[in-house]
């Protein structure tokens, strides 16, 4: 009895020595990621504020305004003033997109169009 | 210890002569010898047990604690070149959109270390010729010399020159990882940001330390590592920085200024949206101090922050306002204007005369010196003193730049009668534009002190009332009326309803005297006169228009036109929409 006892105390600390091994390894291997997700953060960051400057940089005030100078002939951008400001009734409509009946195909005739297109009032009783 | 023999003398004879067996005695003895024994070890046994199991506990309590801190602790995040103790990183600097306006850019800085050195004449001419500014000869001999190990080339290398300086396949050249201060948008707004430049520097980085403007103002926290990612937002708008430049600069041109600046302030918060001061700079290589001269000719001078100018009759304003706040007179009280009016050995005169009597109202919209110089006798020297100091004109201004704190606005010691008068037509004390602006944001805006900041401010809070609700309405009339029908005619864009009063002061000569030909011409006004929420403040230094068969140089023909243009390129971007009906507030001047 006291040996099985003596047996199975030693099997446990062997168990144990294995598992403590076993995270040591793991948290090793964690640091090494963790230092090297580290690295590409911060690789990752100083490409970002690199690109950021340089989103900074390329749309500077001076830049655009030579930009749009540049291509005058074709944008004829000029500085927002406030005589720009209009009303939104100034806005005309959009031109009415052409009607197209399901059916209805060149040539055939208003009477028949009559019949076959149903689909456009609520109920084909009341049609015309 | 004193042993207790186990055969006692004379117990053993006592036996004997009783005829018991003296063994007995001695197994008994031994008996008790052995129980005594057994209960040290136990004791010592327990003891030993005891102090392992505190021993155990203290170590598991330790590890448990440490643990229990180490989930406890936020994460944190390696930190590159922590090594030399410099904190190289800067937190950025945005505009009140968050639109970068500086940031960090990571270089190289190029050194070498002259024991590695293969062939330091070699390495020189290679050297000098990626690097035209390097004198190869006094690079040799700096690189041979045997008592130096260690040499900085070059503080900062763009990418291709770093492949370059590879190239020559030198191993004694070393790079050192730099960040370095960028300003992406050049000059823009130049004189607010000022510059940077490297303080400590070690092999793996460098220290960037403000050198003037907010970055050297607020260098403290721009280079805490607790907030270094946090940017500093301010109060400028890139887009109105950059109008305002674009439309003061060429003005300048055109009116052959010296130097010319503008400030645009929200008119109930003092956040500075633009200020612009010309001649500016890049402060990506920001220009020396000059050394000689005049300092206020060299371009890092801040026109809008540092320059302190007699600004003339933007501050009859301040008169006006005064007297009507004071209950001394009405809009419509007539004043005696009749000129010249002499005060000792000194007299005042009108620019153009308008009669022998006058309505406030007339004095301030038509600017009559003499009129504004009567308003003056009436309120007193001591009452207009400390009127002006609670605008903030008699102080230092608050303005977050390190220029700011220097410049101390000037007037004379002794307030006297004649000084009173002087100063309430703008001559004898001067200001910067950018406490022009705030002083008028508070006349505007109801009557209430503002703080010019650079900094955004979400959610302003009212400053103390210097002036009553009534007296700005007033004052905002009459300046709506200057525009629509008095000297700054040139102002007005249709529906913004701009406002303000026009100033043309003489120059005073270093040698005695004022110039007769040169003169500081400023617009000081806001708009949208019925509910102001913009300041602005633009002033020229000897402008001149030759357009005319004459020169013009008043504020009316030069400051006023710049404005104008200022204020129809800047109201869309600042969302001031034009209004249709405007109402005509300078109206209320006349039925009183």
Redesign the interface.
């Known amino acids: 009895m006291r040996s099985l006892l003596y047996l199975m105390t030693a099997l446990g600390v062997m168990a144990l020595a294995v598992w403590a091994y076993h995270e040591n390894h793991r948290t090793q291997q964690a640091r090494a990621d963790m ?1 090297a997700v ?2 590409e ?2 690789a990752l960051r ?1 490409a970002l ?2 690109q ?2 340089e ?3 390329l ?4 830049r655009l ?1 030579q930009l749009v100078d540049m291509n005058f002939t074709r944008l004829r951008l000029m ?7 209009g009303h939104i009734g100034e806005i005309v409509y959009p031109p009415m997109p052409p009607v197209h009946t399901p059916g209805a195909y060149l040539g055939t005739s208003v009477e028949t169009l009559g019949t076959i297109d149903h689909t456009i009032g609520t109920d084909p009783a009341e049609a015309p | 210890m004193i042993r207790v023999p186990l055969r006692p003398l004379a117990r053993v004879l006592e036996a004997r002569a009783d005829g018991r067996d003296p063994a007995v005695i001695e197994r008994e003895n031994l008996r008790l010898r052995h129980e005594q024994m057994q209960d040290r070890s136990r004791r010592r046994a327990e003891r030993r047990l005891l102090f392992m199991a505190t021993l155990f506990l203290a170590g598991f309590a330790l590890i448990g604690a440490r643990m229990a801190v180490l989930a406890a602790s936020p994460p944190e ?4 070149w922590r090594g030399e103790d410099i904190a190289a990183d800067r937190a950025d600097i945005t505009d009140r959109a968050g ?2 306006l500086a ?4 270089t190289n800085a190029l050194y070498a270390e002259t024991r590695h050195l293969v062939d330091g004449t070699r390495a020189a001419h290679e050297l000098a010729r990626i690097f035209p500014e390097l004198d190869a000869q006094a690079l040799a001999r700096r690189l041979n010399d045997p008592a130096r190990r260690f040499l900085w080339i070059r503080p900062q290398l763009s990418p291709e020159q770093v492949q370059a300086v590879h190239d020559i396949g030198e191993p004694g050249l070393l790079f050192g990882p730099r960040e370095m201060r ?1 300003y ?5 707004a130049a004189h607010v940001l000022g510059g940077a430049g490297f303080g400590t520097q070690g092999v793996t980085a460098a220290e960037i330390i403000g050198t003037a403007g907010i970055e050297h103002r607020m260098d403290a926290q721009l280079r805490d590592p607790a907030r270094a990612d946090q940017p500093l937002m301010l109060s400028i708008d ?2 109105v920085q ?2 305002v430049e ?1 439309v003061l600069a060429g003005g300048m041109e055109m009116l052959t200024a010296r130097a010319a600046a503008a400030v645009v302030m929200d008119a109930h918060s003092g956040e500075i949206i633009a200020m612009a001061s010309l001649p500016d700079f890049d402060p990506n290589s920001r220009p020396a101090p000059p050394t000689e001269g005049n300092p206020t000719d060299s371009p890092i001078f801040n026109h809008a922050v540092q320059g302190a100018y007699e600004l003339g009759s933007v501050m009859k304003a301040f008169t006006v306002a005064q007297a009507l706040e004071l209950g001394l007179v009405g809009p419509q009280s007539m004043v005696d204007t009749r000129g010249p009016l002499r005060v000792g050995r000194f007299s005042i005169t009108d620019f153009r005369s308008r009669g022998a009597r006058q309505s406030v109202a007339d004095v301030f919209i038509y600017s009559s010196n003499i009129g504004t110089a009567r308003l003056a006798q009436m309120i007193g020297g001591e009452r207009q003193r400390t009127f002006l100091g609670s605008f903030g004109l008699l102080a230092p201004s608050p303005v977050e730049l390190a220029e700011a704190a220097r410049v101390r606005p000037q007037f004379p010691e002794r307030w006297g009668e004649l000084s009173s008068m002087t100063i309430s037509y703008g001559h004898g004390l001067s200001t910067s534009p950018v406490m022009l602006a705030a002083a008028y944001a508070a006349l505007v805006n109801g009557g209430t002190r503002v703080e010019p900041t650079l900094l955004r401010r979400p959610d302003p809070v009212p400053g103390e009332r210097l002036i009553s609700e009534q007296t700005s309405a007033t004052m905002r009339a009459m300046m709506r009326a200057v525009v629509s029908g008095g000297t700054a005619s040139l102002v007005e ?4 309803l701009p406002g303000g009063k026009t100033g043309t002061a003489d120059k005073p000569n270093p040698r005695g005297g004022y110039y007769t030909n040169r003169v500081i011409a400023t617009f000081a006004g806001a708009f949208p006169m019925n509910d102001p929420r913009y300041v602005i403040v633009v002033m020229l230094d000897e402008p001149e228009d030759t357009t005319g068969p004459e020169p013009r140089r008043t504020a009316g023909w030069t400051a006023a036109p710049v404005t104008g243009e200022i ?3 800047i ?3 600042l969302g ?3 209004q249709e009906d405007a109402p005509e507030i300078e109206a209320v001047l006349r039925t009183r």
């Open positions: 230092r580290e690295r953060i911060e100083a504020s690199m950021r400057a989103w900074a940089y749309n500077r005030p001076d305004r500085p927002m003033t406030v005589e720009q400001y | 995040e390696a930190t590159p639109r970068i940031t960090n850019l990571r960028l992406p948008n050049g000059r823009l890139l887009s950059a109008a674009e864009v249709a529906g913004v204020i129809r390129r109201a869309p971007l001031v929409r034009p």
